[in-house]
C-alpha cells in the first residue's frame, strides 16, 4: 500500500509540474479531475485540481499508450456581433486533437506535441465509421497561401483487422524543417466509442447551433472560445 500511495504521489507531481513546464495547459490535468487506471487493472484513482479564477472547464478526454498518446478537447466557434445585435459566426469550431510521442514508461513529451483540428465535416465522418471502416484526412496548413505544400499532414483512422478497435494515426511532413513525424495511438473498441459519443455531443457546439436555443448566453458567458484552446486550434496551422 505504501509503494502505491508513493507511486501516485509521483505521478500527480508529473502531472501538476512536467506537463504544465511543457505548455500544454490544455491538458487535463491543468484543472479538473484525472482519472487512472494505468498500469493497475481494474483500480482508478482520482486527483483533483481546483479550478482557476474564471471557472472554465478544460475536459479534454486522453488516451495514453505505450508510444504516444492523444488528447480531444472541443473548440466552440468565435461570433461577430453586428450592429443589429445579432451573433453570425466568424469561424466555425473544431474538435481539437493534440498528439504526443511517449519518452519513458507513463512519460510523455509535450514539447514535440503535434496537432490536427477536425472540422464539423470530418467529425461527421468520424461518427460514422462502423467497426471495419477505415478514413484519411488531409491538411495543409499554408493552403491558398504562399506557404502552400511546405507543411502535409495527414490523420489516417484504420480499423483493427478483427473489427475490435482501431489506430489513429497522424503523420506530419514539414519540408521547411526537413522533418517528418508519426504518431500512432491504438484504440480499443471502447475508446472509439467514447470518442465518438463525445464527437456527437459536440458537434452542435462547434457548429454553433447551441445559440439558437440558448441565445440569452449572448457575449458575456461562452460567447468567445478561451484563449488555450483558440491558441492550440492556431498552432495546427502553424506546424
Not at 451573433?87 to 503535434?114: C, M, N
Not at 462502423?130 to 478514413?135: A, H, K, Q, T
Not at 502552400?148 to 503523420?171: C, E, M, P, W
Request: net charge positive; glycine share 8%; hydrophobic share 35%.
Amino acid at each position: 500500500m505504501l509503494k502505491l500511495q508513493r507511486w501516485l504521489s509521483r505521478n500527480q507531481l508529473f502531472e501538476q509540474v512536467v506537463c504544465k513546464k511543457a505548455g500544454h495547459v490544455d491538458h487535463a490535468f491543468g484543472s479538473h479531475p484525472f482519472s487512472s487506471g494505468v498500469g493497475i487493472p481494474g483500480q482508478k484513482f482520482t486527483h483533483t485540481v481546483p479550478k482557476n479564477e474564471n471557472d472554465r472547464v478544460y475536459a479534454a478526454y486522453n488516451v495514453y499508450k505505450g508510444k504516444a498518446g492523444v488528447s480531444m478537447f472541443p473548440c466552440l466557434p468565435t461570433f461577430t456581433k453586428l450592429e443589429s445585435g445579432s451573433l453570425v459566426i466568424d469561424r466555425r469550431g473544431s474538435i481539437l486533437l493534440t498528439f504526443f510521442p511517449a519518452i519513458g514508461e507513463r512519460k510523455y513529451d509535450w514539447t514535440k506535441k503535434q496537432f490536427f483540428s477536425l472540422n464539423p465535416t470530418e467529425v461527421g465522418t468520424l461518427i460514422s465509421l462502423g467497426p471495419r471502416d477505415s478514413c484519411e484526412f488531409f491538411h495543409d496548413p499554408g493552403m491558398l497561401s504562399s506557404t502552400a505544400g511546405q507543411v502535409r499532414k495527414s490523420l489516417t483512422i484504420k480499423a483493427h483487422a478483427d473489427g475490435n478497435g482501431y489506430f489513429i494515426s497522424l503523420n506530419v511532413v514539414d519540408n521547411t524543417q526537413s522533418t517528418k513525424e508519426f504518431l500512432s495511438v491504438p484504440f480499443t473498441a471502447g475508446e472509439f466509442s467514447v470518442m465518438k459519443t463525445a464527437c456527437s455531443f459536440a458537434l452542435p457546439h462547434i457548429l454553433g447551433w447551441d445559440r439558437l436555443t440558448k441565445p440569452s448566453l449572448g457575449m458575456e458567458k461562452g460567447f468567445q472560445p478561451n484563449k488555450v484552446n483558440r491558441e492550440g486550434l492556431s498552432l495546427e496551422w502553424k506546424r
